[in-house]
């Protein structure tokens, strides 16, 4: 048997006659930016994540790197996110002029560790971008606290957590402005690059209409410097045909995650740890063994395909040298890179291809 960390293709053929007359219908149309699909996926999206506006633009990237634009970070400012993470957050910041600042992980969440925060806040610091790894939230409450007292705006890089809850409160409506990303693999993909940014404050909403198209407020007269960053009709068209399934398709991720935590739980591996403020969404089912490397390799050989998220912390990366980091300063996300593995994980997935991936781990830790 092969199965793979990931299958797009089952889901595509799945919804295959919708899909297909949604797309062909934009083709009918000639209405290939900023068309009518648009407008109803940012509302779609925005109902769904309890915010009260949503700005379609062309990526995760692009929302985090119009989300800070929008919040006025000048050179020099300074963004407080995790290390173990996509690199976008850190890229968009250095993008902008601004400097990442690092926070080491709670080792058992993955996410930012709320209590390592006050420590590193300086008079430069402009946001804080907790990220919502795997599709569990990071503890927003305390982070709001420390953001509210020293007058940080807050952005929550929402990539992995479309439909994710924190104490029953959907992510993308908890702070300033909330980044979300349709890149085909997210658990709301589109079929190609797609992004959002969500937020309650009108003013805000309005900067970021601007500046997806250039910092335009009217024809041709520019408000701002912008971007060229718009959700393009056809994205959204297809989102508009996948979105009403987004619920039923986590739910199936949770069945999935709980059938690994019964099976695997006996085992010598530790399972995803979900928070008691957390509804998880599983867009990764990620365990944690200090003999990752082996177990990998292990069932490559049995066709069962896993992916590493993230094998080396953002802050040792060579492209963030001149920050000045060095190995031993962020531990938590130095010692989880080396024990992270994400297990096959899709809606798709069928019940013997769980068993068959339990099987292969057991018969890893049976060997020895
Ligand atoms: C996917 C992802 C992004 C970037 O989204 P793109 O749409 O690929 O630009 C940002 N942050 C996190 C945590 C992600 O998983």
Not at 37 to 48: F, G, M, N, Q, T
Not at 169 to 188: E, H, I, Q, W
Not at 278 to 288: D, G, L, P, R, S
């Amino acid at each position: 048997m092969r199965v793979p960390q990931i299958d797009l293709v089952r889901q595509y053929s799945e919804l295959k006659p919708r899909i297909d007359e949604a797309v062909s219908e934009v083709l009918r149309s000639g209405q290939f930016i900023m068309g009518r699909w648009v407008s109803e996926i940012e509302e779609r999206v925005a109902e769904l994540c309890g915010a009260k506006y949503a700005i379609g633009v062309a990526s995760g990237t692009d929302a985090l790197k119009l989300a800070l634009s929008a919040c006025g970070l000048e050179s020099g400012d300074e963004v407080i996110t995790s290390p173990f993470s996509f690199v976008s957050v850190a890229e968009v910041a250095v993008v902008l002029g601004a400097k990442p600042v690092f926070v080491d992980i709670d080792e058992k969440t993955f996410n930012i560790d709320p209590g390592l925060i006050e420590a590193k806040i300086t008079d430069r610091t402009r946001a804080i971008v907790p990220v919502h790894l795997y599709g569990q939230a990071a503890d927003m409450d305390p982070i709001l606290k420390i953001a509210k007292a020293h007058s940080i705006v807050v952005i929550e890089d929402a990539a992995q957590a479309i439909g994710a809850k924190y104490k029953n409160r959907p992510v993308g409506c908890l702070s300033d402005m909330a980044c979300l990303s349709f890149y085909p693999t997210k658990n709301l993909g589109c079929y190609g690059d797609g992004g959002m940014v969500l937020t309650n404050d009108g003013e805000l909403a309005e900067r970021l209409r601007a500046l997806r198209k250039h910092g335009q407020v009217g024809k041709y007269l520019y408000k701002f410097t912008g971007f060229n960053s718009r959700l393009d009709s056809i994205q959204a068209a297809i989102l508009l045909a996948k979105i009403d399934h987004l619920e039923s398709w986590n739910e199936t991720r949770r069945k999935i995650a709980r059938a690994y935590d019964e099976m695997l739980g006996e085992l010598d591996v530790e399972i995803p740890h979900v928070a008691d403020y957390a509804y998880h969404v599983y867009h990764q089912y990620t365990i944690k063994t200090p003999r990752r490397d082996g177990l990998r390799s292990f069932l490559s050989e049995k066709g069962i395909g896993t992916a590493i998220h993230y094998p080396l912390g953002l802050h040792l990366q060579e492209a963030y040298s001149s920050l000045g980091y060095r190995h031993g300063d962020l531990p938590k996300c130095e010692d989880v890179s080396r024990k992270v593995l994400s297990l096959p994980m899709f809606p798709e997935m069928k019940s013997d291809e769980i068993e068959y991936v339990v099987a292969a781990i057991k018969e890893f830790f049976a060997n020895g």
